[in-house]
C-alpha cells in the first residue's frame, strides 16, 4: 500500500475529490492502487485493449451536471458527448456505448423524455449506438433527479494515441473558447442572466477528429484531450506530469470569449480552470500546427482554433504562463476546482 | 412514439420503475422506444457486438444497494458479479470491466476502501481486469453514500446463447437456492437478526459456467439467466414472453433454505420473487439435464441445483406454479417488487 493509500484510509469524501485537480487525482491514485494488477487502465482517457486481432478502446463516465436540464443542453447530451470524446482523443472510431441511469423517485418523467432525446440526437450525430442499458430507482432524497454512465467501446484505424507521444517542441492548440461551459452552468444554476449570451460548448468531438484525420496526416497530432473536469490547466498539469516537462502558455493566445471573461472575472473563476465539454487540447508536431489548425478551422467546432503555446525541453513537471503583461507565472494546480456537477 | 411512452410522459418516476417487475419493464421499454434506432441492443443480457472479426459482449449495471457494506458481502462484490454474471450467461467469457462511482460527501474512506478491496478479490476470483473508472462526488444528501456502475465486455469461443433459442419441453434447473440474497440484506437493513444465518449468495457465476462447459456440450444449455432483480419469478416471465410459451414449475422443487422461507413468511415475501447475486436459472434440454445437473454439483456455486420446472407446449405468456397441494396456480408477473436497492 502507497503512503498516500494509507493517508486517505481514515478521511471523508469531499467535494473537491471529484471536481479534477489535486484531491481527485489523489483518489484516483487510491483506487489505482488498491485495486493493484486488477486494474490494466493506463491513465489514458480510454483504455485500449487487446482482443484476438486488433485493438478496442473502452471508457466510462458517469454524470451528475446539476441542473440536469441547463439552457443549450441537458446531461443526456453531455453523457454522450462526454464518452464519445474520451475515445475519439485516443484516436479510436467510437462505436457502442452502453448507458445506465440512477433515477430518483419523483424525476418527472418529461425530463426523462428530455434526456433520452437527447441522447438519441447527439448519439446519431456521433455515429454511435447504444447497446445495453440499465436502470436503478432510488428514494426521494437519495439521489438527485437523475445520473447517468455511458460506457463506450471504439475501433482503431491508426495507432492509438498516447500523451507519452508528446515531443519536446510540440505546439499546444485548443479547438474552440474555454470556459463557456461553466459559466453557462453556474448562471443557470444561480439564475445570474448570463445563460442567454454563454452557452455550453458541449458537443461530440469525433467528427471533427474525423476531418483531421482526413486533412492531416496521423503523425502530425501526437495526442489529444477534451478538456472537462479541472480545466485547460488539468490537462496541461496531467500532460507536464506524464512527460516530465515545463509547457509553457500565452495568456493573450488563450481563446476566451468577451462575456465569459466578465462573468468569470465577477466569479473568482479563472477560466483556464473552468470545465468545457466540447473543446479539445492537441499537441502537435510543430512543422504541422498550420495544417492542423487549417483543418480545424474547417469544422464548426475547431472554427476558433488557435495555438496557445509548447512543450519546452525544461524537464520536471510545472505549467508556465506568460502573461498579456509580459511576465512569467506558474500555473498551480488546483487543490479542487470547487465547482462540483459540472458533468 | 408508443401508446406506452405517450402515457408515461406526464408521470413521475416511483420506485417501482426500479425493482425488475411490470413497471421496470414498460420503464425499459419506454426508454427502447424513445431511443429507437440508436439501441441496438436486443434485451439479452450482454449486447453481442461484431467487431472486425469476432463477436464481444458488452453489458452494463449500476448498483445502489442500501447498505453498501452487509453482512458477507458488499456493493463492490455484487457490482462485479452482476455484470460478470451478465456477460457468462450469454455464453461470453468475461475480460474487462470498467468502474465507475458515484460517492456522496461524508463517505468514509474506509468504507471505499473495502468495497475496492471486494472489486479487487472478485475481479481475481472471476478472472477479469478493470480497465478504465471514473469517479463523481456529489454533495451530502445528493447520493447515498456509494453507488457504482461496472460495464463489462467479453469474448465468445462459442454461439451466443439467446433466449429465443430455448425449446418446448427443455428443464428449467436452479443452481441455488433462491431468497438468500433478499433476506440477508433486509435482515440487515432492519436488524431483524437473521444474517447470520441467511447469508447473501453474491457470487461470479463464470468458473461455474466454465465448468460445465468442460463437462457438457454446448448445445446442452439453451440459454441461461442470473435470477436478480424481480427474482425467479421475473426471469420465468421473460422468458415466457420472448418464447411464446407457458412455462410450469413445481413448487415442492423450488430450492429454498428453511430459515428463508420462515423469514420470508414472517415479512411476506415470496422467494419467487426475491432477487438473488449468485443463482442461475438455466434452460437445457431434456436429455441432458441429468448431465447438466451433475456438472453444476461438481462446482461449489452449483451443489443444490435441482429441475423445478419445464417449457410446456403451451402458446402464451404464462407461468404457472404445481403447488406442494396438488393444484396448479398462476404465477402473476408483479408490479413492481417493492423492495429497492437489493443491488
Known amino acids: ?18 471536481t479534477g485537480a489535486r484531491l481527485s487525482r489523489e483518489l484516483v491514485e487510491f483506487v489505482v492502487d488498491v485495486l493493484g494488477d486488477v486494474y490494466t487502465g493506463e491513465m489514458e482517457d480510454s483504455a485500449v485493449l487487446p482482443i484476438s486481432v486488433g485493438n478496442i478502446a473502452m471508457t466510462t463516465d458517469s454524470f451528475v451536471v446539476d441542473p440536469p ?14 464518452t464519445v470524446n474520451d475515445l475519439a482523443v485516443v484516436g479510436a472510431q467510437p462505436l457502442y456505448l452502453t448507458l445506465a441511469m440512477i433515477l430518483e423517485t419523483g424525476l418527472p418523467i418529461g425530463v426523462l423524455h428530455r434526456v433520452l432525446v437527447s441522447v438519441r440526437e447527439t448519439a446519431i450525430e456521433a ?4 447497446v445495453a442499458g440499465d436502470t436503478k430507482v432510488v428514494g426521494a432524497g437519495e439521489a438527485d433527479g437523475i445520473f447517468l454512465n455511458t460506457t463506450g467501446i471504439g475501433v482503431f484505424h491508426e495507432k492509438p494515441k498516447r500523451m507519452t507521444d508528446v515531443r519536446v517542441g510540440d505546439r499546444i492548440i485548443v479547438s ?39 486533412k492531416v496526416p496521423a503523425e502530425a497530432v501526437r495526442s489529444m484531450r477534451d478538456v472537462t473536469r479541472g480545466g485547460l490547466s488539468a490537462v496541461l498539469h496531467e500532460y507536464s506530469s506524464a512527460l516530465d516537462r515545463t509547457l509553457r502558455i500565452e495568456e493573450s493566445a488563450l481563446p476566451i ?3 465569459t471573461r466578465m462573468a468569470a472575472d465577477m466569479l473568482g473563476i479563472d477560466p483556464i480552470n473552468a470545465a468545457n465539454e466540447g473543446c479539445l487540447a492537441l499537441f502537435v508536431a510543430a512543422e504541422d500546427a498550420d495544417s492542423v489548425l487549417e483543418a480545424l478551422h474547417s469544422h464548426p467546432y475547431g472554427t476558433r482554433a488557435v495555438v496557445v503555446g509548447e512543450v ?32
Chains 1, 2 share one sequence.
Open 257 to 259: 470569449d468577451h462575456e
Open 127 to 130: 455515429g454511435v449506438k447504444i
Open 69 to 82: 436540464v441547463f439552457g443549450n443542453g441537458d446531461i443526456g447530451k453531455i453523457a454522450i458527448c462526454g
Open 312 to 343: 519546452t525541453d525544461r524537464p520536471g513537471k510545472a505549467v508556465e504562463m506568460l502573461g498579456a503583461d509580459g511576465r512569467l507565472r506558474e500555473i498551480e494546480e488546483l487543490q479542487g476546482a470547487e465547482l462540483p456537477r459540472l458533468c
Open 176 to 214: 474552440g473558447p474555454i470556459g463557456n461551459h461553466t459559466i453557462h452552468l453556474l448562471s443557470v444554476r444561480e439564475g445570474l442572466g448570463f445563460e442567454q449570451r454563454v452557452v455550453s460548448d458541449c458537443a461530440p468531438l469525433n467528427g471533427m477528429i474525423d476531418a483531421l484525420r482526413s
Open 1 to 18: 500500500m502507497h503512503a498516500g493509500t494509507e493517508s486517505l484510509l481514515d478521511q471523508h469524501i469531499v467535494l473537491d475529490h471529484g
